[in-house]
């Protein structure tokens, strides 16, 4: 594949699909979450290569004249790679420090083109995910406009009903199937923790802090975000390991990393021993080490050969007392979890830092 890009300067439809898929699965074709970042990095630059986000009209290209058309090449599979990408690009976006790709009016015209058209039974729920993706793409710019200027005196409690209400709506439109369909269920809940997570931006301007009203509502978004992240972990016990794709994983993560958040988080105006006396960290991810056992031994019964899940297990284990929280001693395997079912399960190896990923779990 770097071949055909890097040396061969190929660009096309099957290349970029190809990357795609590598990015759904990256669990078991990648090297770590910089590949991640690489991958979708080219899937972005392939899109634009292949003017797949531009619209049909002039090209205005110095060599051919300003009135010569721009034919671009766009079928539903070209439509479905671009929506795609940008519903990849978006989740990863928002668990990783990387680029997000934007929203742009020739994505909704490649949405409403294959909704219409319904050449596939899936095309619909790419289109689903896409327009979840966006809502949670704005909640991130609005969560980099606070962090880099917050001393503006917005207060943030101010930015998360609009975006709560844009979510239930297009929820509302969602058929039934759709909204039990796994990726969906795991797409509305990140987007709902990276809406409530402004929450955790506390303006620095004295006038945004004064509101007792503002504040009062910034509290029940914290207790929001906090029901949405112990949501996001017990999905994972809903939908097992094996069959987990990037999106579903990381995203996942990413909830587990902001209840550390929310966990550790000194504020007047949120009690942390919320999530310590409803949440244990360290045996939650005891538990997941099970689920990777579990998970190993079933590849194995099929292959006859242990699998990655087992090398998961093992890091779990190994790493789990290493996130104890300040009143909490580091637990044994036999450690219970106060106030989760034994089905609240989550992703493996969590580093509650900005960079965080798999690491060595999955020998990422």
């Known amino acids: ?93 928002a668990t990783f420090p990387y680029e997000m790709m934007q929203w742009s009016p020739q994505l909704e015209i490649d949405c409403d083109q294959l909704v219409s058209e319904k050449e596939s039974e899936g095309d619909s729920l790419l289109v689903s995910l896409a327009r979840i993706s966006r809502i949670c793409h704005q909640a991130a710019e609005v969560s980099r406009h606070l962090s880099n200027n917050s001393s503006s005196g917005t207060h943030t409690a101010l930015h998360i009903a609009p975006l709560i209400a844009s979510l239930d709506r297009l929820r ?73 794709t990037t999106p579903t994983n990381v995203i996942i993560a990413y909830g587990l990393k902001v209840l550390h958040r929310l966990a550790t988080l000194d504020d007047p105006g949120w009690d942390p021993t919320i999530v310590h006396q409803a949440v244990d960290i360290v045996g939650l991810l005891e538990r997941c080490a099970a689920i990777a056992e579990e998970a190993n031994a079933k590849l194995k019964a099929e292959l006859g050969e242990d699998s990655v899940f087992l090398l998961a297990a093992q890091q779990l284990r190994n790493s789990a007392p290493n996130w104890s929280l300040p009143s909490q001693q580091p637990h044994t395997r036999d450690s219970t979890m106060e106030g989760w079912t034994s089905e609240a399960l989550d992703l493996p190896s969590i580093d509650f830092s900005d960079e965080f990923w798999l690491n060595a779990t999955f020998n990422l």
């Open 1 to 93: 594949m770097a071949l055909k890009l890097l040396v061969d300067g190929e660009k096309s439809l099957d290349l970029l699909l190809t990357i795609l898929v590598c990015m759904t699965w990256a669990l078991y074709f990648t090297s770590g979450k910089q590949f991640l970042g690489i991958l979708g990095g080219l899937a972005r630059s392939l899109i634009s290569d292949l003017r797949f986000d531009k619209p049909q009209g002039p090209c205005w290209c110095p060599s051919v004249g300003p009135n010569a058309e721009d034919k671009i090449a766009r079928t539903n599979e070209s439509r479905r790679a671009h929506v795609a990408c940008f519903a990849l690009s978006v989740m990863i976006g």
């Open 172 to 244: 509302s439109t969602f058929s039934e199937d759709q909204l039990r369909h796994e990726s969906v269920t795991a797409y509305i809940t990140t987007t709902e923790v990276v809406i409530y997570e402004l929450a955790l931006i506390h303006p620095s301007n004295q006038i945004a802090r004064s509101s007792s009203m503002l504040d009062h509502r910034r509290t029940d978004y914290l207790m929001a975000c906090f029901q949405a992240c112990k949501s996001c972990t017990e999905l994972f016990s809903a939908y097992g390991l094996v069959s987990s």
